[in-house]
């Protein structure tokens, strides 16, 4: 497992779609209190369907994403569509990609009144409370996005909908004070709509949330070393999304 994992190899594909989703999950290191890693992944999607991994990396948390984007830039720079990247917004990745590639960020709009939910546990915000529910359904409502609407007038009126309907929930987080609330959605806003703006799919990272309950069926029954848990992963992943099969 160790050998065949340390001798693969994951890049985007430039005869696949040019769209890719990058998220990290935690996992479990020996020596290291609680999920001490980040586990990085870059999932791209398939023309006919489905996904495949382009790029799997293990570090700190909000650390570098520079060595799992390392074989995929020259890739990128072949997309003669605009290249599409969704995230939850971690800035260590689009600092990996800056002065590199011109890319499109989408913020994953199924993060954000997940998250929403944390930064209004910080702000001290009792769960379910009427002050809670208030901003969480109105996120859900600001992040629903209705499929295959390709009228441009039609788009722009929605954005502008939205953005409307989401600025009065700020509003609403600065009456009450909600101060993580408000620094987490001021942050948000302006990656939230880009998927639409441009007439291109893609508002969520629900399938790499996915692919992460395939990687912790396998890590978290222990804690590993650094590099057993990433080889153990690549495999697979490799066998579950790229056709591997040793």
């Known amino acids: 497992m160790q050998q065949v994992g340390t001798k693969m190899d ?3 594909d430039e005869n696949e779609k040019p769209r890719a989703e990058a998220d990290g999950t935690g996992v479990g290191i020996v020596g290291i209190a609680k999920r001490g890693k980040e586990l990085k992944v870059l999932i791209q999607y398939k023309k006919g369907g489905g996904i495949r991994v382009a790029g799997i990396d293990i570090g700190n948390y909000n650390g570098s994403w520079d060595k799992l984007f390392q074989k995929s830039i020259e890739v990128i720079k072949k ?3 605009p290249f599409l990247l969704l995230t939850d917004g971690d800035t260590s990745i689009f600092e990996s990609l800056k002065g590199k590639v011109t890319i499109l960020v989408q ?3 199924w993060h954000i009144p997940y998250q929403a939910q944390y930064v209004l546990w910080q702000d001290g915000v009792k769960r379910k409370s009427s002050e809670w529910l208030h901003v969480i359904a109105e996120l859900m409502e600001v992040c629903a996005i209705r499929s295959l609407v390709d009228c441009p007038d039609t788009i722009k009126a929605m954005i502008e909908s939205k953005r409307a309907r989401l600025e009065k ?6 009456e009450k004070e909600f101060k993580h609330c408000i620094s987490y959605l001021e942050n948000a806003r302006g990656d939230m709509f880009t998927a639409l703006e441009n007439r291109l799919e893609g508002k969520t990272t629900s399938r790499v949330e ?4 395939t990687v912790n069926m396998r890590v978290n029954v222990s804690k590993w070393s650094t590099e057993g848990v990433l080889n153990v992963t690549k495999v697979r992943l490799a066998y579950y999304y790229n056709g591997f099969d040793a």
């Open 79 to 81: 997309f003669k569509q």
């Open 107 to 109: 913020r994953c709009l």
């Open 10 to 12: 994951f890049a985007l």
């Open 169 to 174: 929930v700020i509003d609403y987080c600065r």
């Open 210 to 213: 996915r692919l992460f309950r």
